[in-house]
């Protein structure tokens, strides 16, 4: 069913920015957080080669989206042309490195050289923590959107990023031990941050649509893609069953992605117009200002 259209002053649905603008988060989110955790393994001396891998191709199928997205892939070259003002662009610098370190790193690692190895992850590891940040500022910069340009939501776009990628790496090693303990760690406070979020953002006000939309998603997004995983990384640690940790591992990433979805192609009311005094016909004085579609005036 087609969404309808809204006229007049009050907020629309953006429309520059779809499902494929969405999965660019989503992979971008994923692929960096599975390479930060990747050094983490690495310097734990877990194995760590097969996170580094499944995370530059996480990232790559979020950079290939953007090209879908912009219909021209010739035209992905005018994203290098604005360091100095676009956190698209700094991304899109920060790739190369990531792309250049990490492919290095695991090319080393193949051939026995395990310090070249662990010299080329840790730059790929530096270049992804700033891929990561980049991308939650390119949606604090997009000031027209008030549920993007909320600070709250930038420790929310840090910590799912390593969340969904902790919940993959619980998949890659098989449900160990420690794997499932960092995820049982990440999704607290991924759960705390998303809170946060939610509240700030009525609290300072918004498009009553995004916090409709927001509000039908927080108390799945909270009770699958958080409570539920954490309960079956707590069975599978005491119980010692890795499959329970795997399964938690798949949820919690999967529902990080839904909630980076929904915000992007759904949560995401323009501003709107906002009258700083009413006028009035003839005699008499102006009322207060109004903010048509907003939670609060």
Known sequence: MRPTV??????????AWDIRAA??????????????????????GADWLPALLLGLLFVGFGLTMVLFEIGRPWRALNVF????????????VLALPLFGAGVAAAAAE??????????????????AAGFLYCQARILRAAR???SWREPALTPYILVSGLTEGAGLLAVVHAGAPWASVVLLALLLVRAGVWHHYRETLARRGAPAATLEVL?????RLLAVGHAAPAGLL??????????????????????????KLVLITRAAQTQGFAIP??????????????KPGWSSQ
Request: aromatic content about 6%; charged content about 10%.
């Open 6 to 15: 809204v006229s007049g002053p009050w907020p629309r649905l953006q429309r």
């Open 23 to 44: 999965c660019n988060f989503i992979g971008g989110g994923t692929g960096t957080g599975l390479i930060l955790l990747a050094l983490a393994a690495a310097l734990g």
């Open 81 to 92: 042309l604005h360091p100095q003002t676009s956190w698209m662009t700094r991304e899109g």
């Open 110 to 127: 193949w051939l026995g050289w395990h310090g070249a190895a662990l010299a080329g992850l840790s730059v790929a590891a530096v270049s």
């Open 144 to 146: 027209g959107i008030p």
């Open 215 to 219: 509000g039908r998603l927080t108390p």
């Open 234 to 259: 707590v069975a599978a640690l005491t119980l010692q069953w890795p499959p329970l940790a795997v399964a938690a591992g798949l949820v919690a990433a999967g529902c990080g992605w839904r909630a």
């Open 277 to 290: 005094r009413t006028p009035i016909r003839g005699r008499g004085t102006s009322r207060t200002a109004a």
